[in-house]
């Protein structure tokens, strides 16, 4: 078959890690998520989100998608919206990388930096109620607004967990990804939940983020975090949490590449070393599926810069031996997440979330509803 750049998301490899896990702990593999065309997982909901838009009406030929991303999902809908003709308007913030910001360019995207801090110091909030105020102001605009969209996390049940369930599922025994709005965890976990409920379901936050509660700080890893417990996020479905440490991210992220020859942005350095920590406590027989939600280039003038790193007071670089002992050293932030959800449902009104997206999230959940009635069979 011929594709269009859009047919091309989805379907990424499942890749293991040889040096770094031995052949007699459990398994861990990687969903390597770099490969779909606008480099990231955030392909995926984006274009599941703007998909339903159009077949509902409300995103129109000629229309504005308006969206709050410090990155990867306003990439996405930057490449979806230059293939589709669509105006794209992306809210950013202080911390977005240059990498990233050049890319939403390139797409033809345009670009606003919110610079106001919320209560929280971090920038969602703002950025968020801005995006809204947009959507209001400008005509035939669309807000596919991930943090609130339920169809973040449908996109994720849908396409995500269905790939990794063909793939491996008599194998799974945990599942480990990272959490911003939590569509991938929340989408995923659900899916898991009903066909193989066994499966540990492992959530992976920064230090410094509160959305498996603790206070809120300042923290250097983009992409993850917020400073509440997404509506995308059902905690019923979530094992365990890990609070990963900003340097803790960037070195194991390093050292994947160095030892690997695997490229990830440092979200997905802090799950690979989770998986790594599972893994030491598993048998051979056992997997632990793990997400990488893109690759490192994006994290370039960061990442992969020495003098930055060092900027940081950060460690240049950890060998095989450091990285699998500091993976072993982790301990869970919480082993019950439910108890320590923090909703915030006051926010829907605060930070005046669109009717469309309220109307939408009542079908999701009546699907989610019946869902839940039907079993699901897998071979
Ligand atoms: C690099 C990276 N990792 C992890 C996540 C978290 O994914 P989700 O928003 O589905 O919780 C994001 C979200 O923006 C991301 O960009």
């Known amino acids: 078959m011929i594709a269009t750049i859009l047919d091309t998301i989805g379907h990424t490899p499942l890749i293991r890690i040889p040096n ?70 992306i809210l950013v913030d202080p911390k977005t990388t240059s990498a990233n910001l050049a890319l939403l360019k390139g797409f033809g995207a345009e670009v606003i930096v919110v610079t106001e801090q919320d209560d929280s110091g971090s920038y969602h909030k703002t950025r968020i109620s801005l995006a809204n105020k947009l959507a209001r102001e400008i005509e035939n605009s669309y807000r596919p607004d991930q943090c609130f969209n339920l169809l973040n996390s449908e996109a994720h049940y849908n396409s995500t967990a269905r790939e990794i369930v063909d793939s491996c599922s008599n194998k799974i025994a945990a599942f480990v990804t990272a959490v911003s709005t939590g ?3 929340g989408g995923i976990s659900k899916y898991l939940k009903r066909v193989a ?8 936050d920064a230090v410094g983020s509160a959305i498996f509660g603790g206070r809120s700080d300042s923290y250097r890893i983009p992409g993850i975090g917020l400073s509440w417990t997404p ?3 059902n905690m019923e479905y979530v094992d365990c949490a890990y609070k990963i440490t900003d340097e803790q991210a960037f070195l194991a992220a390093r050292a994947f590449a160095r030892h690997e020859g695997i490229l990830m942005g440092p979200s997905s350095g802090a799950c690979a070393l989770v998986a790594l920590k599972m893994a030491q406590e598993l048998a051979p027989d056992q997997c632990i599926v793990c997400m990488v939600s893109d690759g490192g ?3 370039i003038p960061t990442l992969f810069n020495d003098e930055w790193m060092e900027e940081q007071g950060f460690a ?9 002992a500091m993976a072993r050293q982790l301990q869970p932030w919480s082993t019950h997440p439910a108890d320590s959800v923090n909703e ?36």
């Open 20 to 89: 770094t896990n031995k052949a007699n702990e459990g398994q861990v593999l990687l969903k390597y998520e770099r490969y779909n065309p606008g480099g990231s997982i955030k392909d995926r909901a984006a274009i599941y989100i703007v998909e339903e838009a159009e077949r509902r009406g409300l995103l129109k030929p000629g229309g504005a998608i308006i969206e709050s991303s410090s990155g990867n999902f306003g990439i996405s809908l930057a490449m979806i919206g230059a293939a589709k003709g669509y105006r794209v308007i």
């Open 183 to 185: 569509g991938q965890l």
């Open 197 to 204: 409920p066994n499966v540990q379901i492992i959530g992976v």
């Open 231 to 233: 509506l995308n996020l």
């Open 297 to 299: 280039e994006r994290y």
């Open 316 to 324: 240049a670089a950890a060998d095989i031996a450091s990285i699998r």
């Open 344 to 379: 915030r449902l006051d926010l829907i009104q605060s930070l005046e979330v669109p009717d469309s997206t309220l109307r939408m999230n009542e079908e999701v959940l009546a699907r989610e509803h019946s869902n839940s009635e039907r079993s699901i069979t897998i071979d």
